[in-house]
Structure formats: structure tokens, C-alpha cells
């Protein structure tokens, strides 16, 4: 079984510094990660996805994200942010074995930017 | 371009009462389609998935139901709401060879 893990319920930042939001995987071949956000009563939005290649993924919205396969992290970060980046921010994986329909979610880690 | 309706955008249904939500993809042909509930505003659940016209996958035992009448048209259904129904509905899909989900704007619903 797959699964994702967004250790932290929320993340407070200062606007103007870095900010990192962090994401876990767990699949039994190789994965498809993604991070989405979501602003309030809205649907989710693509930001970024790893396939293949590149171990650093750049993103919408400035938006950047690191694979690293042997802590199996897909951390989300930003070297700026700012007060309209304060959202909730969800993490997904996909087996690449698996089908379409075998997307995990995170429960999602809420950033807040503090102008 | 491609476009994910949802409708309505709000409900609020008695305990009891039917239930239908409608999904519609515009600008794509063949897509996957997906019902997830976000509820309390976080963690979302797969409720139903769809591959094609009539093919229905269900994830989760519950009183809902889906069906895809049309290739781009998702229904969720239910022919009697619980309380713990409520939430936010979302409809999403991929295309064929897609990798990543498209979502729509969502239905929030009310049970009361």
C-alpha cells in the first residue's frame, strides 16, 4: 500500500524568508509525487509534479520541490514567500506500477505567511 | 482549453432527503474521472473513479453512488443523505496519459 505523510498540521512563515513544507512517501516501486494547494472552499491546484530526471522540480508560483529517494521525502519550498502563498498544501504520490485511480493524498499541512 | 464544471457550488438537504451533484469536463475526450469528499477542510477521500462511459469503480463502502452516463458527465448520488454526508464534494480528472489531477471548483454540502 501506498501512503503519504505531511508531518506538520501547519507552518508559519514570515514573508519575505524561505519556506519549506514537508512530505514523506511510501510506495513499492517507483513513485509520481505531486503537490497541490488549496485556497479556501476552492478545488485543488497543481503545482508540481515528479516523474523522472531532475531531482529538483520548479513549480508554479515559484514554487520548487527535491526528490530524495533514499529518505523518500518530496519536500515543497519557496525562497521568498509571501502573504498570498498562505493555503493549504497537499502532498500526493503515485506507484508508477499503479493506475490512475491510485492516488494518495496527504491531509495536507497549512502554511500561514505572517506579513 | 480544458474546463471542470461542478453544480451546485452550495446545498444544504435535510437527513433523509436525495442527493445528486453533477461533474462535467469540457475540452478533453475520454477522461478519467474522480469523486473525492474533503471533510473538515483537510484530508481528501477517493469515493468513486471512473475509466469510461458506464464503468464505475467504488472505493469506499457508503450510501453514495456514481454513474457516467456521458463520456465527460460524473453524477454522485444518493438516495438518502446521512449527517455524516456533509462535506466538501470535489470532481477531478485526468486525460488519457496524464499524469497529474485536474480539480473543480467543488460543492460544499450541508446535511442538517
Known amino acids: 500500500a501506498q501512503s503519504v505523510a505531511q508531518p506538520e498540521d501547519q507552518v508559519n512563515v514570515a514573508e519575505g524568508n524561505p519556506l519549506t513544507v514537508k512530505c514523506t512517501y511510501s510506495?513499492?516501486?517507483?513513485?509520481?509525487l505531486f503537490w497541490y494547494v488549496q485556497y479556501p472552499n476552492r478545488g485543488l491546484q497543481f503545482l508540481l509534479k515528479?516523474?523522472?530526471?531532475?531531482?529538483l522540480v520548479k513549480g508554479s508560483y515559484g514554487f520548487e520541490a527535491e526528490f530524495n529517494k533514499s529518505q523518500t521525502s518530496f519536500h515543497l519550498k519557496k525562497p521568498s514567500a509571501l502573504v498570498s502563498d498562505s493555503a493549504l498544501y497537499f502532498c500526493?504520490?503515485?506507484?508508477?506500477?499503479?493506475?490512475?485511480?491510485?492516488?494518495?493524498f496527504g491531509i495536507g499541512t497549512k502554511l500561514q505567511v505572517i506579513p | 482549453s480544458q474546463t471542470i464544471h461542478q453544480w451546485p457550488a452550495t446545498l444544504v438537504q435535510p437527513v433523509g432527503s436525495p442527493l445528486s451533484l453533477e461533474c462535467t469536463v469540457e475540452?478533453?475526450?475520454?477522461?478519467?474521472l474522480y469523486w473525492y469528499r474533503q471533510a473538515a477542510g483537510r484530508g481528501l477521500q477517493l469515493l468513486f473513479y471512473?475509466?469510461?462511459?458506464?464503468?464505475i469503480s467504488s472505493e469506499v463502502p457508503q450510501n453514495l453512488s456514481a454513474s457516467r452516463p456521458q463520456d465527460r458527465q460524473f453524477i454522485l448520488s444518493s438516495k438518502k443523505l446521512l449527517l455524516s454526508d456533509s462535506g466538501f464534494y470535489l470532481c477531478?480528472?485526468?486525460?488519457?496519459?496524464?499524469?497529474?489531477?485536474?480539480f473543480g471548483p467543488g460543492t460544499r454540502l450541508t446535511v442538517t
Open positions: 475540452g478533453t475526450s475520454n477522461p478519467n
Open positions: 471512473s475509466v469510461g462511459i458506464g464503468q
Open positions: 477531478a480528472w485526468t486525460g488519457e496519459g496524464g499524469s497529474w489531477q485536474y
Open positions: 510506495v513499492s516501486g517507483n513513485p509520481y
Open positions: 500526493a504520490v503515485r506507484d508508477r506500477a499503479g493506475g490512475y485511480q491510485k492516488v494518495t
Open positions: 515528479y516523474i523522472t530526471g531532475d531531482n
